[in-house]
């Protein structure tokens, strides 16, 4: 079956050969579709034009009302609710609600930024991920190029590739279907096959 989705394939072995070659690739004009690596590499996304993540302003507004919520739930059991004496303390004791404030802040912005990301990258529970080159799970940084958002020709982009000292570098097709499958499909391959047969099936 003809492949639909075309896509020329980068292996890089190292990643400050990698950053430089983002950034080499990039200034020829070529437009890199994503770069998958086994562990972070720092400046990536800068090197690859990436905005700058608006994680921060979640974490605020999920922090901040982290911080509402618990001033007024300590406010409204201990000064309405259940007022109680305590060695002559005031019942609304701002001091006394700052342990449970941080708590309370602290945990609702971390999992506030925890779900934000998850939705926001649709990594929900039935995201299936596209496997360009298996090695990218390993000790591989795998450039992927989409060929239809190109206007330079694949022999172009692969010597390009090479000047940019990529180990390897082949064109990979993929159907509609392979490109975008559906869950029940994948958890049924996985389920017959196995993880590492089903993730080859995708090379």
């Known amino acids: 079956m003809e492949g639909n989705k075309h896509f020329l394939v980068g292996i890089f072995n190292d990643q400050d050969i990698l950053l430089k070659a983002v950034k080499k690739i990039r200034s020829e004009g070529v437009k890199i579709h994503e770069v998958y690596t086994p562990y972070p590499v720092h400046h990536l996304e800068d090197a690859l034009g990436y905005s700058r993540s608006r994680m921060p302003v979640a974490a605020f507004f999920f922090g901040l009302t982290g911080t509402i919520l618990a001033i007024l739930m300590q ?37 506030g930024m925890g779900f934000t990301f998850f939705i926001t990258r649709g990594l929900g529970p039935t995201a299936v991920p596209t496997i360009f080159d298996i090695r990218m799970t390993d000790d591989k940084h795998v450039m992927a190029i989409d060929l239809a958002e190109n206007k330079k020709s694949e022999d172009e982009i692969k010597q390009i590739l090479s000047d940019a ?39």
């Open 75 to 111: 406010t409204l059991m201990m000064g309405v609710d259940w007022p109680m004496n305590i060695g002559g303390k005031p019942f609304v004791a701002i001091p006394d609600f700052v342990p449970i404030t941080f708590e309370l802040t602290v945990l609702l912005a971390a999992y």
């Open 165 to 203: 000292k990529a180990e390897e570098a082949y064109r990979k097709d993929f159907t509609e279907e392979e490109f975008s499958p559906t869950f029940g499909k994948y958890l049924i391959d996985v389920l017959t096959n196995g993880v590492t047969v089903s993730s080859r099936k995708l090379n």
